[in-house]
């Protein structure tokens, strides 16, 4: 076995050590990701007004809601590269990730023609306010355009991980984000072309991001090595990667409902509080850093592992990774709650955006701990061939309950904060099954059932 491939290996070994080094450039790949992300909403903000940042912020869970199914298929695949990668069936390894591949060129086409005829369908669905929807289905239509960059991104990320690399995709994405914030300062800041500006930025830093990482995979070691030749469908690789993808799709495209139904909601208050509670979920993808790290890693390890049929190992790990991100997301939510009126300002000064940021923050950061075990336990069943397990979980608690419960309330009792209590509350309740499930179901023998 060569170098790279016992690098990359997570059966043998230290478990917190590899689970640690595998994580650590998720960490930043994921920090470096909001980063650029934040940059599209503080340069918009603070140089186009609350208008075009309500418009940036009111597309982002339907964004999420377009592209989340999608990616979710990628992380079935993910799953069945990792698991073969264990078990050093290096055929199937190779046949998984070309039909991956072509699954995510597809995808991308499909989702550019969906996004550009639907925008203005679906913004005006979810009450996106009268002088917000124009910009905003310009800046939908344009990300959109480049939906096969970030769908096969992800896909090529996905794979590097399957196999144990995280460090690499760090590199491109650190690249891809400068590319990222210095079109926006050019386009944005400089030549004041509008919220579309930033959408083309964001398009753009998507394509030299998907090509490294292609370029990489072309010269990867033989293992997991791409050729453009054998880019097609394998039905019976599809078909384990449709099982085991469509429950995590599924469940993606769930808590991406439900958001939007939150949006729809918010969007009811008018455009200070969209302006507000974009500016509060930009900062919140940072509190989610260690715990989507974490659960990302924790899936690779697990599916790995029970590939090669290490069932102690695998558990060892999973409890080893729910603690660590547990602990970090806390941490991090502590520091927002207690910084939250700043933060908040730094995407848009204005008295009534900081307030409904700052509220919004300060009801839902204290909970991030069991934002964290969900993910992870989540995590640990999808790398276990259990996805349905989550995808059930989520629709009950993250989008039935959620939902019940915004619609009922909401009618009732019209404040912003009681929508802002439907997230810990939901998050409660998925903690709760899921830590029944984790410690009296059979998970580890997923693969053979």
């Known amino acids: 076995?060569?170098?790279?491939?016992?690098?990359?290996?997570?059966?043998?070994?230290?478990?917190?050590?590899?689970?640690?080094?595998?994580?650590?450039?998720?960490?930043?790949?994921?920090?470096?990701?909001?980063?650029?992300?934040?940059?599209?909403?503080?340069i918009v903000g603070n140089f186009l007004g609350s208008n075009a940042l309500a418009a940036v912020s009111s597309s982002g869970n339907l964004i999420f809601l377009m592209v989340g199914f999608f990616n979710g298929i990628a992380m079935g695949a993910g799953v069945v590269i990792a698991r073969y990668y264990g078990a050093r069936d290096i055929d199937r390894v190779q046949k998984a990730l070309h039909t991956t591949i072509?699954?995510?060129?597809?995808?991308?086409?499909?989702?550019?023609?969906?996004?550009?005829?639907?925008?203005?369908?679906?913004?005006?669905?979810?009450?996106?306010?009268?002088?917000?929807?124009?910009?905003?289905?310009?800046?939908f239509r344009i990300y959109f355009c480049g939906s096969i960059a970030f769908v096969l991104y992800n896909i090529f990320v996905g794979i590097l991980q399957s196999v144990g690399d995280s460090r690499r995709p760090l590199m491109y994405l650190i690249i891809?984000?400068?590319?990222n914030v210095v079109l926006d300062l050019l386009?944005?800041?400089?030549?004041?072309?509008?919220?579309?500006?930033?959408?083309?930025?964001?398009?753009?830093?998507?394509?030299?991001?998907?090509?490294?990482?292609?370029?990489?995979?072309?010269?990867?070691?033989?293992d997991y090595r791409v050729s453009i030749k054998k880019i097609r469908f394998h039905i019976p690789l599809l078909r384990q990667i449709i099982s085991n993808g469509l429950p995590a799709g599924i469940q993606n495209s769930i808590i991406a409902f439900a958001n939007v139904v939150v949006q729809s909601n918010i969007n009811s208050f008018g455009k200070m509080a969209v302006a507000g509670c974009g500016a509060y979920s930009k900062i919140e993808g940072f509190g989610f850093l260690p715990i989507t790290c974490f659960a990302l890693s924790l899936t690779t390890f697990v599916s790995q592992n029970?590939?090669?049929?290490?069932?102690?190992?695998?558990?060892?790990?999973?409890?080893?990774?729910?603690?660590?991100?547990?602990?970090?997301?806390?941490l991090v939510g502590i520091i927002i709650n207690v910084f939250a009126p700043a933060l908040i300002a730094a995407f848009n000064n204005d008295p009534q955006v900081v307030a409904f940021g700052t509220a919004q923050a300060r009801t839902v950061t204290l909970f991030y701990f069991l934002l964290a075990f969900s993910h992870c336990i989540a995590g640990i069943l999808r790398g276990a061939g259990k996805s349905t397990v989550p995808m059930l979980v989520m629709l009950c608690c993250w989008c039935v309950i959620r939902v019940?419960?915004?619609?009922?309330?909401?009618?009732?009792?019209?404040?912003?904060?009681?929508?802002?209590?439907?997230?810990?509350?939901?998050?409660?309740?998925?903690?709760?099954?899921?830590?029944?499930?984790?410690?009296?179901?059979?998970?580890?023998?997923g693969f053979e059932h």
């Open 102 to 139: 072509a699954f995510g060129i597809t995808a991308g086409i499909l989702l550019t023609v969906i996004g550009v005829v639907m925008a203005p369908i679906i913004l005006v669905w979810m009450g996106t306010p009268e002088d917000v929807l124009p910009n905003s289905v310009v800046y």
């Open 404 to 445: 019940t419960y915004i619609t009922v309330i909401v009618h009732f009792i019209p404040v912003i904060n009681v929508i802002f209590w439907a997230y810990p509350l939901t998050w409660t309740l998925s903690s709760i099954v899921f830590l029944i499930y984790f410690l009296k179901a059979d998970w580890v023998h």
């Open 176 to 179: 891809s984000s400068a590319v």
């Open 187 to 222: 386009l944005v800041a400089v030549f004041r072309f509008g919220v579309g500006a930033a959408a083309l930025a964001t398009i753009i830093s998507q394509f030299v991001s998907a090509l490294l990482c292609f370029r990489h995979l072309l010269r990867a070691p033989e």
């Open 306 to 330: 029970l590939g090669a049929k290490q069932y102690e190992r695998a558990k060892k790990g999973a409890r080893f990774g729910i603690l660590c991100s547990i602990i970090m997301a806390e």
């Open 1 to 42: 076995m060569s170098n790279t491939q016992s690098k990359t290996l997570m059966t043998e070994g230290s478990i917190w050590k590899k689970i640690i080094a595998f994580a650590i450039p998720l960490f930043l790949g994921n920090l470096f990701q909001q980063l650029y992300n934040t940059a599209d909403s503080l």
